[in-house]
C-alpha cells in the first residue's frame, strides 16, 4: 500500500543545473506622468458608475464603471510598453472614453427612469434632467470621438514631421 502512495519518478539529479526562464530584473521607477494618466482615466468613470448605481440601485453601473476602469488601465499599459508618443496614447484613451460613454448612454435608456427617479430622490438640490438623458452621454460620447479624432490627426502630423518622443 505504501508503494502505491509513493511517486514512481525518479529523484532529480542535484549536478543537473535548473534553468531560470529569465533571470529577475530589479525594480525600476514607472515613467514620469504614468501615475497622473492612469488616475485621470480611472477614476472618473468609477466614481460616475458608483454614484449611478447609489441612485439607480442597479449593479450594472458599477459593473460599467469597473471595466471602463481596467479597460483604460489596460490600454495604457500597452501604449506605455510600446513607447507610444503623449497624442497617440490620448488619442487611444479618448477612443476608450467615448466607447464607454456610448455604453453608459446605452444602460441610461435602458435604467433612464429609475436613474431619474433616484436622482431627483437624493440629490434633489442639484437636479439636472440632462444628466439622466441618454442623448447627453451619446453627445458627450460623440465629443469624445471628435478629440480622439483631432488627437490622432496631431500625432500623425507629428510622426511624420519627427516631433518629440514625449
Do not use: C, K
Not at 79 to 97: E, N
Request: proline content about 8%; aromatic content about 10%; cysteine-free.
Amino acid at each position: 500500500m505504501a508503494a502505491v502512495l509513493r511517486s514512481e519518478r525518479p529523484a532529480p539529479d542535484p549536478a543537473t543545473p535548473v534553468a531560470d526562464p529569465e533571470p529577475a530584473r530589479p525594480w525600476s521607477a514607472a515613467p514620469r506622468g504614468w501615475y497622473a494618466s492612469l488616475a485621470a482615466g480611472v477614476f472618473p468613470p468609477l466614481v460616475l458608475g458608483f454614484v449611478a448605481s447609489a441612485l439607480a440601485n442597479r449593479l450594472a453601473f458599477v459593473g460599467w464603471g469597473a471595466v471602463a476602469a481596467l479597460g483604460h488601465a489596460l490600454l495604457l499599459r500597452a501604449a506605455w510598453q510600446r513607447g507610444w508618443r503623449v497624442p497617440a496614447r490620448a488619442a487611444l484613451t479618448l477612443a476608450w472614453a467615448a466607447l464607454t460613454l456610448l455604453s453608459f448612454a446605452s444602460l441610461v435608456a435602458r435604467h433612464g427612469e429609475i436613474l431619474d427617479l433616484g436622482y431627483r430622490a437624493l440629490l434633489w438640490p442639484v437636479y439636472q434632467p440632462v444628466l439622466t438623458a441618454p442623448r447627453a452621454w451619446s453627445s458627450a460620447a460623440a465629443l469624445l470621438a471628435a478629440a480622439a479624432a483631432a488627437v490622432t490627426l496631431l500625432a500623425r502630423s507629428r510622426a511624420r514631421g519627427g516631433g518629440a518622443r514625449r
